[in-house]
């Protein structure tokens, strides 16, 4: 009934909150079922963002009558008792306010609101206490509490200038900045970057940096938008297109020099230069591009840069016009052709000026990780089976869970230490990695510690302690074989006695001290051997008989020859408990009785009897 237990209030774990206030207005989703099972609708949370709004109703569907390995289970009510440590600032409101559901037939739905915004991020380990009451096949109530880890995300943020993944976390925190507002071409956009620890960058999106020392950092970004502007220009007039008037004439040939001007357009500005008089090959510096005593600035990608020759008599000669696509400082090469051939070519250099900066500062908050630990061990990390290990870290008021081989969470519990519990029945050698995760409650952050390595070997069976040694007749003692052996008399070791028989010289109080091959040791039970009188012990374990052997339960137990008066039967298991015992009064010699041990696990049992004053014992198997 217990699993039962289980199964209903794990499922109803995913109700969590801060506190059953401000949240009101659970929508129930009536499609929500799953028949003869308990089940909520979303099938899980899902995940928060740290200090972003968050609003989440759940339905839980909990039918009437439920079939749980193979039992007919029925409900009768469901109550959620409490929700603890849970991410502050959420809140969780039921649409019961007292949480108790009445389960009907066929089923009952009832829902929770999860909503406010989490101040914290991290795992956090939820605990809810739940009541459920079952009428049937027994009415009772159970009330347990059980844990379950809710996710709430450091999804990052930003503001208008620049974004970010993470502005808060736990050192080494790595960030990735990008800046977000840029101006349009040819404007030129530049970012320059103060991450508030004493190093900066350039860049829209610089390499993620990162944070090693906890602290508060005020990132500053500077957004630099630059104009482009027109610095020089360098020109080679190509062909005698000047000729031909007044001021150039061509006689025969061309044998006048031309006086190059040009008008260079941006979109809806245009500059227009001084000419050059008589040369072939002009330059026009950056004084001589001034706008109304400024540098010309670009307006569009998009340039027209037009040519003549300055006639003072005549109309200019056309020299042609070229277009230049510009979307960045530097220099570009041009070419015109004028109509009557030839024209101009050459190169404009383009340089940039600051035209406006936008500065915005941001925070950035690192928190420590809890203190380094190390996993300590009592008393080894290399212990036999059936000892235990109990595993610890400081106790600092974090919370602790304890990982073992990367899939096992044991448990969920806020302890800082962990018992890996002796386990008698070990076989072969068994490793277990085992780490402990060591979390902050307010901020978050997790510590884990370096794997532990913890090595069970195969232990001593535990039937050695109470039917390792036997008496085999008047003089001999026998051990179980496949060990190792020392004998000791009255708890002190014989010199030379290491078989597994042993003739006791004096009498005395007879053990043995198994070893098996992984070095594991116990000592077994303890025989009173007298030299005189030997008989009655061995007379009376040779008039017991066990069948069969070994057996699935039923087994035949007789013992021949016994004396009239009482007789008690005991049955023990490897750990020395008893299983079993009864009285029986005796009128005859003889005494058979059948015992059914069906409900008794597989393993070794010793039968032992009590007639009158004599004791005797045997052993006996249980194997499926």
């Known amino acids: 009934?217990?699993?039962?237990?289980?199964?209903?209030?794990?499922?109803?774990?995913?109700?969590?909150?801060?506190?059953?206030?401000?949240?009101?207005?659970?929508?129930i989703d009536n499609n929500c079922s799953k028949p003869q099972d308990v089940t909520i609708c979303p099938p899980a949370l899902p995940d928060a963002c740290f200090n972003t709004p968050y609003d989440e109703n759940i339905t839980f569907y909990i039918p009437k009558s439920l079939i749980y390995q193979g039992n007919n289970v029925t409900l009768g009510s469901i109550q959620v008792v409490s929700i603890t440590n849970v991410p502050t600032g959420l809140n969780w409101e039921l649409d019961k306010p007292n949480g108790f559901y009445t389960v009907n037939n066929p089923a009952t739905r009832g829902c929770i609101k999860i909503c406010g915004t989490p101040t914290v991020f991290g795992t956090f380990f939820i605990t809810v206490t739940v009541n459920a009451n079952v009428t049937s096949p027994i009415n009772t109530t159970q009330t347990q509490s059980f844990t379950l880890p809710m996710v709430v995300k450091n999804c990052g943020g930003g503001n208008p200038f620049f974004s970010y993944d993470a502005n808060i976390g736990c050192d080494t925190l790595g960030v990735q900045f990008e800046g977000l507002y840029s101006a349009a071409p040819p404007k030129q956009t530049e970012y320059k970057w103060d991450f508030g620890d004493g190093t900066t960058a350039n860049g829209k999106k610089?390499?993620?940096?990162?944070?090693?020392?906890?602290?508060?950092?005020?990132?500053?970004?500077?957004?630099e938008f630059y104009d482009l502007t027109l610095d020089s220009v360098v020109a080679t007039v190509v062909g005698?297109?000047?000729?031909?008037?007044?001021?150039?004439?061509?006689?025969?040939?061309c044998s006048a020099l031309p006086d190059?001007?040009?008008?260079?357009?941006?979109?809806?500005?245009?500059?227009?230069?001084?000419?050059?008089?008589?040369?072939?090959?002009?330059?026009?510096?950056?004084?001589?591009?001034?706008?109304?005593?400024?540098?010309?600035?670009?307006?569009?990608?998009?340039?027209?840069?037009?040519?003549?020759d300055y006639d003072p008599v005549s109309a200019n000669d056309d020299g042609g016009i070229a277009t230049i696509n510009i979307t960045q400082p530097g220099s570009y090469s041009f070419s015109t052709a004028a109509p009557g051939g030839g024209g101009v070519t050459g190169t404009v250099f383009i340089g940039k000026i600051l035209d406006t900066v936008y500065s915005f500062t941001d925070t950035i908050i690192v928190h420590p990780l809890p203190p380094v630990a190390t996993i300590n061990f009592a008393p080894?990390?290399?212990?036999?089976?059936?000892?235990?290990?109990?595993?610890?870290?400081?106790?600092?008021?974090?919370?602790?869970?304890?990982?073992?081989?990367?899939?096992?969470?044991?448990?969920?519990?806020?302890?800082?230490?962990?018992?890996?519990?002796?386990?008698?029945?070990?076989?072969?050698?068994?490793?277990?990695?085992?780490?402990?995760?060591?979390?902050d409650t307010i901020t978050g952050c997790i510590r884990?510690?370096?794997?532990?390595?913890?090595?069970?070997?195969?232990?001593?069976?535990?039937?050695?302690?109470?039917?390792?040694?036997?008496?085999?007749?008047?003089?001999?003692?026998?051990?179980?074989?496949?060990?190792?052996?020392?004998?000791?008399?009255?708890?002190?070791?014989?010199?030379?006695?290491?078989?597994?028989?042993?003739?006791?010289?004096?009498?005395?109080n007879y053990s043995c001290i198994f070893t098996n091959s992984s070095g594991c040791t116990d000592t077994s039970n303890t025989i009173?051997?007298?030299?005189?009188?030997?008989?009655?012990?061995m007379e009376l374990n040779d008039k017991i008989f066990i069948r069969p052997v070994p057996s699935q339960g039923q087994v035949e137990f007789r013992y021949m020859g016994a004396e009239t008066g009482s007789i008690d039967i005991k049955v023990m298991n490897q750990l020395g408990q008893i299983v079993f015992e009864e009285h029986f009064s005796l009128q005859d010699?003889?005494?058979?009785?059948?015992?059914?041990?069906?409900?008794?696990?597989?393993?070794?049992?010793?039968?032992?009897?009590?007639?009158?004053?004599?004791?005797?014992?045997?052993?006996?198997?249980?194997?499926?």
């Not at 610089?206 to 957004?223: E, I």
């Not at 005698?240 to 040939?253: K, R, S």
């Not at 884990?448 to 070997?457: A, C, H, M, S, W």
């Not at 040694?469 to 290491?498: H, K, M």
Request: glycine share 6%; net charge positive; hydrophobic share 35%.
């Open 260 to 308: 190059p001007l040009f008008s260079f357009t941006s979109g809806s500005a245009t500059i227009r230069v001084n000419y050059k008089s008589d040369t072939r090959n002009p330059r026009w510096n950056a004084n001589e591009l001034l706008q109304n005593g400024k540098p010309f600035r670009l307006k569009s990608v998009s340039n027209a840069i037009r040519f003549e």
């Open 240 to 253: 005698d297109w000047f000729c031909g008037d007044v001021e150039e004439p061509n006689i025969i040939t």
């Open 380 to 439: 080894d990390t290399v212990v036999c089976g059936d000892k235990d290990v109990v595993l610890s870290v400081y106790d600092g008021g974090y919370r602790y869970v304890w990982i073992k081989d990367d899939t096992s969470v044991i448990p969920l519990e806020v302890k800082s230490s962990y018992t890996i519990v002796g386990d008698p029945y070990i076989v072969i050698d068994t490793i277990s990695k085992i780490r402990v995760e060591i979390s």
């Open 206 to 223: 610089p390499s993620r940096k990162f944070y090693a020392q906890p602290d508060t950092y005020f990132v500053k970004l500077n957004t």
């Open 1 to 27: 009934m217990r699993k039962c237990f289980t199964l209903i209030l794990f499922t109803l774990v995913s109700f969590i909150g801060h506190s059953q206030t401000g949240c009101p207005g659970c929508i």
């Open 528 to 537: 009173a051997f007298v030299l005189s009188g030997l008989d009655y012990a």
């Open 589 to 624: 010699k003889n005494f058979a009785k059948s015992f059914n041990f069906s409900s008794l696990p597989e393993g070794n049992y010793v039968l032992k009897i009590r007639n009158n004053d004599k004791t005797g014992s045997k052993r006996f198997i249980i194997a499926r």
């Open 448 to 508: 884990k510690t370096d794997n532990i390595f913890v090595r069970q070997k195969p232990p001593i069976p535990g039937f050695i302690e109470f039917s390792g040694i036997y008496q085999a007749n008047a003089t001999t003692l026998v051990a179980e074989s496949g060990y190792t052996y020392q004998w000791l008399l009255n708890g002190v070791p014989i010199a030379g006695a290491t078989s597994s028989t042993y003739n006791p010289p004096v009498n005395g």
